[in-house]
């Protein structure tokens, strides 16, 4: 069995309890702009039924995020992966029948795990790429002069001043540069 089947099999196991629970949580949460409906969320699974990712992977569910929150399951949501997985092409929040804007809840998820150490390394080098030089990958010497032989514009150049002062002055340099799963 696959290593990545092992920890699915494992976490589908693990057993609940009272202490794993913080009902603080979904207050926290609901406090958070754009998250302030998720006390309506009565567990549909509209969000879920209508999410383009979920078709593809079981381990995404908004139904199961909206509801591992209600229940204040903090330590399992920041840390996992499944949080960072959501596209935000609002599909959830269009068919909601209570408005439950499910993408800001995610969105809010992913900021709480951001300021408790955990964000994934892919993001971390995008950002970083970003505040090098503007773009969110690092664009080959080879594919600037193909650009310039196949008679195309220079490749608009980065205000990387302003990208560095907005980066320091939101805190989020010193987020990149912190060691974060």
């Given at each position: 069995m696959s290593?990545?089947?092992?920890t699915?099999?494992?976490?589908?196991?693990?057993?609940?309890?009272?202490?794993d629970?913080?009902?603080k949580?979904?207050?926290?949460?609901s406090?958070?702009p754009?998250?302030?409906?998720?006390?309506?969320?009565f567990?549909?699974?509209?969000?879920?039924a209508?999410?383009?990712?979920a078709r593809?992977t079981?381990s995404?569910?908004?139904?199961?995020?909206?509801?591992m929150t209600?229940?204040?399951?903090?330590?399992?949501l920041?840390?996992?992966?499944?949080i960072w997985?959501c596209?935000?092409?609002?599909?959830?929040?269009?068919?909601c029948p209570?408005?439950v804007?499910?993408?800001?809840?995610?969105?809010?998820?992913r900021n709480l795990?951001v300021?408790?150490g955990?964000?994934p390394s892919?993001?971390k080098?995008l950002?970083s790429?970003?505040?090098?030089?503007?773009?969110a990958?690092?664009i080959?010497e080879?594919r600037l002069?193909k650009?310039g032989?196949l008679?195309?514009?220079p490749?608009?150049k980065?205000?990387i001043?302003?990208?560095?002062?907005?980066?320091?002055i939101?805190?989020f340099?010193?987020t990149?540069e912190?060691?974060?799963?």
């Amino acid at each position: 069995m696959s290593e990545k089947k092992q920890t699915v099999l494992e976490e589908k196991r693990k057993v609940l309890r009272i202490t794993d629970m913080d009902p603080k949580f979904k207050y926290e949460i609901s406090k958070i702009p754009g998250a302030e409906k998720i006390m309506l969320c009565f567990q549909c699974g509209s969000c879920t039924a209508d999410c383009p990712i979920a078709r593809f992977t079981d381990s995404y569910r908004p139904r199961k995020l909206m509801r591992m929150t209600h229940l204040g399951l903090k330590e399992r949501l920041l840390p996992s992966d499944v949080i960072w997985l959501c596209s935000t092409c609002f599909t959830c929040i269009d068919h909601c029948p209570q408005g439950v804007e499910v993408a800001s809840i995610v969105r809010a998820l992913r900021n709480l795990a951001v300021k408790e150490g955990y964000m994934p390394s892919v993001y971390k080098d995008l950002s970083s790429s970003i505040r090098e030089t503007g773009y969110a990958y690092k664009i080959p010497e080879l594919r600037l002069r193909k650009r310039g032989e196949l008679g195309l514009p220079p490749l608009p150049k980065a205000n990387i001043e302003s990208i560095v002062k907005i980066f320091d002055i939101t805190g989020f340099s010193k987020t990149v540069e912190e060691e974060t799963t």
